[in-house]
């Protein structure tokens, strides 16, 4: 078996902490190593009560030196939700550990997350933060859970004169059943739907398949509740006002808030109005939902709320996004920011999160250093647009693309 290490600058390192053992463990990711290793020194430090065992296992270094493990440790090893029984080899020496090849086998990763999560060493004199550190930091921001915002709850306020509307389910395809079922089940599991046996009120469902073939249910609230809202009136952040908050940033990052809206409970009251008519019966949602009227401007004002006061930070709806005059300035306004979220209990979808680049896309423009540009794609949909063939056509917004009217 051979041990292959190359040497390379700490900005190229991307590490992995597992639980070995129970202990968090930084260790080096090597895919040129055929095993995974640690040295005698961590070994007297962290793991010191476990017995070794002898192995035959002779080791082959990048430049063909040999070298014989002083012995081998079983271990529980945990990360990512996975855990397993794995050989851990001990050498002489005080190198870094190595996360190597027999364990990428048992252990998968996930690339993009690694990607993302590259140790980033600030270029600033005497800021040693890394965005590794934040994200394990603040790791309950990003785990799999769905958030509950606290301290906050929705209230829906409806006209003096509104009555309940209660709409029989829609017919839903049979293909898409399954899909349907399975997305119910997911979101009553998720303390998200409770079923209900009666309701006054009603709303049929409209599903919709997203790219990855599973399915968004949908509430058509456009034919109960809306129509008897008195919908709240906060308004939205001015682009202009955002891009201006941002002027002078240096680097960019931006966190996508997971399924924002469901994220906040709404009050007991409330509740009866998010009543939604399936095949499968009656469910009642217990977090705002997309398609109430009053959802943009409910959300937007607990955001606001929450992040108030952090500088270099701005947020419409469920994507913000941080900046700093420096590095460093970056650093603090975004630990602030996840600090705020941890202190929420907000949650962050970390695949589509963005730290630290040079630009970056927000609300339809992309910004960098030098100020503000329109996308080009935004630029292709109202150039590649069809003539208006009369005055009807000339005058509807129906004209234009759909992406740009987005």
Known sequence: MELNTVTSPSSSIIWVTPDIEGKP????????????????????????AIKLKNTNVLLKTYSGERLSPMGALQVRVHYGGQTQQLQLYVVPGTGPPLFGREWLSKIKLNWCDLKMLHTFQSKEKGTDQTLEHLRKKYNTVFSDQMGTVKGFTAKLVLRDDATPKFCKARSVPYSLRPKVEAEIDRLQDTGILTKVDRSEWATPIVPIVKKDGSVRMCGDFKVTVNSMLHVDQYPLPRLDDIFA??????????????????????????????????????YRYNRLVFGIASAPAIWQRTIDQILQGIPGTQCILDDMIITGRTDKEHLDNLEEVLKRLKEYGLQANLKKCEFFKDKIVFCGHEIDCNGLHKTQDKIEAVVQAPRPQNITEDLSPRTMPQDYLA
Do not use: R, W
């Not at 895919?31 to 995974?36: D, E, F, I, R």
């Not at 680097?251 to 709404?266: C, G, N, R, T």
């Open 25 to 48: 463990l930084k260790m080096e990711l090597d895919t040129g190593s055929a095993v995974s290793i640690i040295s005698t020194t961590v070994y007297n430090e962290h793991f010191k």
């Open 245 to 282: 908050a941002l002027a002078g940033g240096k680097h960019f990052s931006k966190i996508d808030l997971k399924q924002a809206y469901l994220q906040l409970p709404v009050e007991e009251s409330s509740k009866q109005y998010l009543t939604i008519n399936t095949h499968k019966g009656l």
